[in-house]
């Protein structure tokens, strides 16, 4: 298991998903990792997606053919 020890949340955003978490589970304590790596993940998937699009997307400018 890894450790992750981060600085620079807003307090609210902590709180947030603190609650998130607590709402889901009934707990914190056990949890908040999991459901850290699981935003995580979803964070990473989305950013692949995106870029994957952006290059899909300039692709199909650079190979546009005009038709008249």
């Known amino acids: 298991m890894g ?5 620079g949340i807003s307090e609210e955003t902590l709180i947030e998903f603190k ?3 607590q709402n ?3 707990k914190i304590h056990t ?10 993940k979803s964070y990473l998937a989305a950013i692949e997606f995106q870029e994957r699009l ?3 997307e300039s692709q199909c400018k650079s190979t546009h053919i005009k038709v008249d």
């Open 3 to 7: 450790r992750l020890d981060v600085r």
């Open 19 to 21: 609650r998130h978490v």
């Open 24 to 26: 889901k589970y009934g």
């Open 31 to 40: 949890v908040l990792g999991l459901e850290v790596e699981k935003a995580l």
């Open 54 to 56: 952006a290059s899909f």
